[in-house]
């Protein structure tokens, strides 16, 4: 132990304390009876010198303020000029954007109308892209329906100069073939067998005479003429040296004949096509006619009828969207027709059988329909018993009888 106390006051000279502590407050804590220690008094304030500091902060805030301050001074004149400078400007302006909107809004009453099928179609006869036929002189377009037609028609024209001009390359026996194959419909062995014909009675050398005499021959022979006749006719021509030219002449027969043969089988073709296609025609007006009747019923024999499904029916019944493998045409109905001697259709098929049978005999169905409505009834009159049961039951007598208004016999 030394000899003298411990000096706190020299140990605690080197420690920064607070400054909130003062050495008369240490020397009293330090003097005081421990027993009789009091809670430490509450720390003084901050100095007042630091108020000015927040004061400054303060006043950083309302610097703002004196900057607005100066336009609040504003002469009243000025204000008022300044407004009504920009009233006007924006009136200038929307009246300016109206004057545009007049303008762009507004038709020029006086421009005339303008069709423009009328000249689109003039500009197009002008290209060269739009040709008249012969006896065609005016021409006016004024509907999108004539616009449409003539456009088709044109779009073949030059398919078939187009056509025209690649098949010509290939000499004119290519284009006859053509015409008379695709265009007439002549089957391509009925004109094999005709132009080769003709091609080989062209080509016989008439300069020699076995030919002479083979040509006159074939020409007797196709007149029914006997054996014994064709001989002693060639043989006279040759003792009058007559052959030549009677060769020559049956040569010209025949070729005529051939030609003759395969422009009557071109003429039976194209009438034909065109007995066929008058009576798909009459088919395709007739079934429209029916639909467009059932349309204003709504109903036909009891089926449900509108635009739509009658839409779908036109096109099943006329639209001939199929090809058989020989490149005949068909609707779906004729399909679907086919594709019933499928094995997994037979169903359908049976099921179809009884819906033409009943036509035949009831053509509206109306032994089907009453037998449906009465059944409709049947269900119906049930369900009515059915709730009549239960609203007696809780007012009579259960093992009473019940009234014979509400018994249902089959």
């Known amino acids: 132990m030394p000899d003298s106390p411990f000096d706190f006051r020299n140990a605690l000279s080197g420690i920064e304390s607070p400054s909130t502590i003062s050495g008369e407050e240490l020397d009293n804590f330090l003097s005081s009876d421990p027993n009789e220690i009091k809670p430490a008094s509450t720390p003084a304030t901050p100095p007042k010198k630091e108020e000015p500091a927040i004061k400054k902060e303060v006043t950083v805030e309302t610097e703002p303020k004196t900057v607005i301050e100066p336009k609040q001074e504003l002469d009243k004149n000025e204000l008022d000029e300044f407004l009504d400078d920009g009233e006007e400007k924006k009136e200038g302006d929307e ?49 999108p329906e004539d616009f449409v037609a003539r456009f088709d028609s044109e779009v073949y024209k030059h398919a078939e100069n187009y056509l025209q001009q690649f098949l010509s390359r290939f000499g004119p026996d290519k284009v006859e073939f053509f015409e008379n194959v695709f265009v007439s419909g002549i089957e391509p062995e009925d004109y094999f067998q005709r132009y080769s014909a003709i091609k080989d009675i062209s080509s016989i050398d008439l300069t020699e005479e076995t030919n002479q005499e083979k040509i006159v021959r074939e020409l007797l022979r196709s007149e029914k003429r006997s054996t014994e006749y064709i001989n002693k006719k060639i043989q006279r021509l040759k003792d009058y040296s007559d052959l030549e030219e009677e060769a020559t002449e049956a040569k010209a027969i025949l070729v005529k004949r051939e030609q003759d043969a395969l422009a009557e089988t071109t003429a039976k073709k194209q009438q034909d096509i065109a007995r066929k296609d008058a009576a798909k025609k009459h088919y395709t007006s007739e079934v429209a006619k029916i639909l467009n009747e059932k349309i204003t019923t709504k109903e036909f024999d009891g089926i449900p009828v509108d635009q739509a499904f009658a839409s779908e029916v036109n096109k099943m019944l006329t639209n001939e969207g199929f090809a058989l493998n020989d490149g005949t045409r ?14 997994e259709n037979f169903p359908m098929k049976v099921k179809l059988a009884m819906l033409l049978k009943m036509l035949k005999t009831d053509p509206t169905l109306s032994k089907f329909k009453k037998k449906t409505v009465s059944i409709e009834n049947k269900e119906a009159f049930q369900a009515v018993k059915k709730a009549g049961l239960k609203t007696t039951s809780k007012k009579e007598d259960p093992n009473k009888q019940q009234s014979s208004a509400w018994s249902w016999t089959k």
């Open 95 to 143: 009246e300016g954007n109206e004057d545009n909107k007049t303008d762009d809004s507004k038709p020029d009453d006086n421009k005339e109308d303008v069709n423009l099928y009328e000249v689109f179609s003039e500009d197009l006869f002008n290209l060269g892209r739009f040709t008249k036929d012969e006896g065609e002189e005016d021409i006016k377009i004024s509907t």
């Open 330 to 343: 068909i609707t779906e109905f004729d399909k679907e027709i086919l594709e019933l001697q499928r094995p």
